[in-house]
Each structure stands twice: as C-alpha cells, then as structure tokens.
C-alpha cells in the first residue's frame, strides 16, 4: 500500500527552480532515506509533503490527502520531529507529552495511560518532572521521536533527527525507527551521516533539485560501483552545479 505518491513535483521561487519535476512513491511501513547535498532541495520537498508548502506544479497525496487541497488533514495525520525545533525546553518531560496529545488530540484518558508507559519505555519515570533542557541531547530527540508518532501517525518525517547525538545514541535511536516501521508507520527521513542511509529499505538522493538515484541502498552500490553509500553519495553530489557536499 502507498502511502505517498509523487508525480513531476516541482517548486519554483521566482526564477529558481528548487524542486524540478521528481516523481517517486512510498509503501507502508518503510523506511525511506531522503537524501540530498545541502540545497538539494530535499527539505523544500519535505515541506511540501507535510503541507507546509504549495507546490509549483504536479501533484502528490500523502496519506491518502492531496497535498495541493487538503494541507490541513495531512498535518493532522503525520508526525514531524526536526532536529532544530522538536520540544519544549522550558516545560517538564511530561508536560511535552501532554502538550503534543493535546495538538493530536488523542483522549485524556488514553493520554495518560499512553504517558506513564512511555515513560517507563524511555526510562523516564524519575525525571517525568524534570524540564527537558536539562536533558542529555541523546534523551531529548529520543523523548521528541516518541511524541512525534504517540498518536499513531501513518507516517512520521524526521528532518535530520541525529545531528550532534554519539554513536551509541544514534544507533539507539535507529531501534526505535524499526520498531515504529514494524507496527506499521512509514518513516520518512533525511540525515548527513552516510552511514543511517544503510538502515534504510530505499534511498533516493538529490541534486539540484532531481532525484538522481532512488533504490535500496546494495542496488545502489552495485549500480555506482561503490563500497558504501558514502561512495554513492560523493559519486553523484560532484554532479551539482554548487559543489557543495
């Protein structure tokens, strides 16, 4: 089953053109890499996807709502998490939980009973009361992926949801990316780090604005000739007209 659908998307911006005419789709339950140089164009096409932008031209449905009329009941279905914004440092942990199943609107009752297993899940219960920016950063984006999917999104996109975190953390965080493919969400997410895009079922990469590669990751090395998506990545970004990496 699909759960986006992407024909000849494209986003101008005057005369430039950010996003330039891509077309791709995505299954349930997978977790799909979006990968891209730095102005790529991924994170404008990301935000089209959520509905925070209106395309230029072509269309797209993302759980089963078309993204040019009904940016609204998308919103309300996915989950979001960013690396730059994703909770409220100035509220308690449990106050964040309560706050984003307040914005989901998922019933007080459920709420609650959903908050202390949560809890209990992230190994959190002794510091439910404490203010998040006291928080180790491992534990913050950890705790911000939770309440990104607690009310159950059909998909969550995650904007680089690993920056800055140790290896140890980032491959924790990963565990809960597969546990949340498994009950069924999709994941749709963008990172730097070559390595995450190994975990992925499917990878597409960016340049100017086009995808230039979309396959599982062991296709892509076979098709690049290359020992990992490192390789891939570097192959195809010195194709960019800014150079950038």
């Known amino acids: 089953m699909k759960v986006i659908e992407v024909e000849n998307l494209t986003k101008r911006f005057g005369s430039f053109t950010a996003v330039d005419n891509i077309s791709f789709s995505v299954e349930r339950g997978e977790i799909f890499g979006f990968l891209g140089a730095n102005g790529a164009g991924k994170t404008t096409a990301m935000k089209m996807l959520c509905g925070l932008l209106r395309p230029s031209g072509g269309r797209g449905i993302v759980s ?3 993204i040019n009329r009904e940016s609204e009941k998308i919103k309300a279905s996915i989950g979001y998490m960013s690396q730059k914004f994703a909770l409220y440092e100035d509220l ?52 911000a992926f939770s309440v990104s999917i607690f009310h159950k999104p059909t998909i969550v ?89």
């Not at 009973?113 to 899940?121: C, F, I, V």
């Not at 949801?161 to 140790?166: A, K, L, Y």
């Open 64 to 66: 089963g709502f078309d």
């Open 92 to 143: 308690k942990v449990w106050e964040n939980i309560r706050l984003y199943a307040g914005i989901y609107g998922v019933p007080e009752k459920e709420a609650t009973e959903r908050s202390h297993t949560l809890l209990e899940e992230l190994g959190l219960e002794k510091e439910r009361n404490s203010l998040v920016k006291s928080l180790p950063l491992g534990w913050r984006q950890k705790l």
């Open 157 to 245: 996109f995650l904007d680089e949801p690993t920056g800055g975190v140790d290896p140890v953390t980032r491959r924790q965080f990963w565990e809960m990316i597969y546990k949340a493919a498994a009950s069924g969400i999709t994941v749709f997410v963008t990172t730097h780090y070559m390595d995450e895009a190994e975990y992925c079922n499917r990878v597409s990469i960016m340049v100017d604005g086009r995808i230039d590669a979309l396959s599982s990751p062991a296709s892509l090395k076979k098709e690049f000739e290359a020992e990992s998506m490192d390789e891939v990545f570097r192959k195809l970004a010195r194709k960019s007209k800014n150079g950038e990496l």
